[in-house]
């Protein structure tokens, strides 16, 4: 079954960043491979595994023009700290009110141990250099979805 947001634009919309000023998109990332990856909470297991993959292999992102930015609700003060502790490479975008979240419809009812609540799942777009959805990765696995990504974004790029 196809996702609903594959093909389609970016919604226009600002989230502050750790880099340090405001990402508007889908005009701040134009003209590049971006991949946006929504992540449930910062410093928690399988995000911080996740987001140290991404670390880890940044470098690889970079060769082939791509640019990574990890997204969840959690506020910059938030972001900077998960930053710091595990040296991380890359901008984190702090999505609070879940406006991207819920136009993407990355943000809803999750389930963890059994307990139902409104947050984050873990999925991954890949936008194309003009601003639209080329991929969707839903409830992606945090140890095996950097590779993933990055295989997928090295052949949309011919890189």
């Given at each position: 079954?196809?996702?609903?947001?594959?093909?389609?634009?970016?919604p226009?919309?600002?989230?502050?960043?750790?880099?340090?000023?405001?990402?508007?998109?889908?005009?701040?990332?134009?003209?590049?491979?971006?991949?946006?990856?929504?992540?449930?909470?910062?410093?928690?297991?399988?995000?911080t595994?996740?987001?140290?993959?991404?670390?880890?292999?940044?470098?690889?992102?970079?060769?082939?023009?791509?640019?990574?930015?990890?997204?969840?609700l959690?506020?910059?003060?938030?972001?900077?700290?998960?930053?710091?502790?595990?040296?991380?490479?890359?901008?984190?975008?702090?999505?609070?009110?879940?406006?991207?979240?819920?136009?993407?419809?990355?943000?809803?009812?999750?389930?963890?141990?059994?307990?139902?609540?409104k947050?984050?799942?873990?999925?991954?777009?890949?936008?194309?250099?003009?601003?639209?959805?080329?991929?969707?990765?839903?409830?992606?696995?945090?140890?095996?979805?950097?590779?993933?990504t990055?295989?997928?974004?090295?052949?949309?790029?011919?890189?």
């Open positions: 079954m196809s996702d609903p947001t594959l093909g389609t634009s970016l226009a919309i600002s989230l502050e960043s750790t880099e340090g000023k405001s990402v508007k998109l889908p005009e701040d990332i134009a003209g590049s491979w971006t991949l946006l990856y929504f992540y449930p909470k910062d410093d928690t297991p399988g995000c595994k996740q987001a140290c993959s991404y670390r880890d292999n940044i470098g690889e992102f970079k060769k082939i023009g791509a640019k990574v930015y990890g997204v969840s959690d506020d910059l003060g938030s972001h900077e700290n998960f930053i710091q502790k595990y040296s991380l490479n890359f901008p984190l975008l702090s999505d609070p009110n879940h406006s991207l979240s819920e136009a993407l419809g990355v943000y809803g009812d999750q389930e963890w141990k059994g307990r139902v609540f947050g984050l799942s873990r999925d991954s777009f890949l936008i194309s250099p003009d601003g639209k959805i080329q991929k969707v990765w839903r409830k992606v696995d945090p140890t095996t979805t950097v590779e993933e990055l295989q997928e974004i090295s052949k949309a790029s011919g890189k």
